[in-house]
């Protein structure tokens, strides 16, 4: 398996443009969650989904950001508009709901954002 | 209720010595507690994990402590190795409306060095 897809790696944007992330999880996942990286606040979750459906927005910063699985295979992260301070590493996971046990969160490589 | 304290957020460490990262919880619903690793450029990745049942889990040169009256475990690395030199993060699993969910701290610096 290819394990978690994320694109763009690196994305670079101006204040106010819209920025569009993507991810493709592991196939026969049903949670995808979405993180954010910073120095100051560590790995933040944003948004979980399963089975494509989200379940807790509460970490979603503010109303910017958007996030949605129109299929078991792909989701975004939208920012509309971008300001500086989304500057981040932002990571997509997935897992794979398994009684009893721990079920491991599997990472994407991240997408670098830089907002000028 | 969620969060999940973790400490040092630094951390240097001579080779072959022994890296200890602490960490502590308040619920006492959470029902397992993983560490993972991330190397720069990279994603996390799943170390090690322990249920609150269990007070120590051994995985190679990697040990995790569990204390459960005082809601705090830790992450023992020995023989600490260039190559240990990363990011790591503790985390707890909880339910939220029955679903799984993971908070982490804030993570660890490592480095270790020759």
């Known amino acids: 398996d290819a394990g978690v897809i994320q694109s763009p790696r690196h994305e670079v944007t101006e204040m106010g443009q819209e920025v569009t992330l993507r991810c493709k999880p592991i196939?026969?996942?049903?949670?995808l969650f979405w993180y954010r990286q910073t120095m100051m606040r560590g790995l933040e979750l944003l948004i979980y989904?399963?089975?494509?459906?989200?379940?807790?927005d509460s970490g979603m910063p503010e109303d910017r950001f958007s996030a949605k699985m129109p299929n078991a295979s792909f989701s975004t992260l939208k920012i509309q508009p971008s300001e500086p301070r989304d500057s981040a590493v932002y990571f997509c996971a997935s897992s794979r709901t398994s009684g009893g046990t721990y079920n491991e969160q599997f990472f994407g490589p991240g997408t670098r954002l830089t907002v000028l | 209720q969620q969060q999940v304290k973790q400490s040092p957020q630094s951390l240097i460490v001579q080779k072959g010595g022994i890296s200890i990262i602490n960490c502590a919880y308040e619920n006492t619903a959470f029902d397992y507690f993983p560490w993972y690793q991330q190397f720069p450029g990279k994603g996390p990745a799943l170390l090690i994990a322990i249920r609150p049942d269990v007070s120590e889990k051994k995985e190679g040169r990697f040990t995790i402590s569990f204390n459960k009256s005082a809601k705090q475990f830790s992450l023992h690395i020995m023989d600490s190795q260039p190559g240990d030199s990363a990011t790591y993060f503790c985390?707890?699993?909880?339910?939220?409306?029955?679903?799984?969910?993971?908070?982490f701290g804030i993570g660890t610096k490592l480095q270790v060095i020759p």
């Open positions: 989904f399963n089975n494509n459906v989200p379940i807790d």
């Open positions: 985390a707890a699993r909880g339910y939220s409306g029955g679903y799984q969910k993971v908070t």
């Open positions: 196939s026969g996942h049903d949670y």
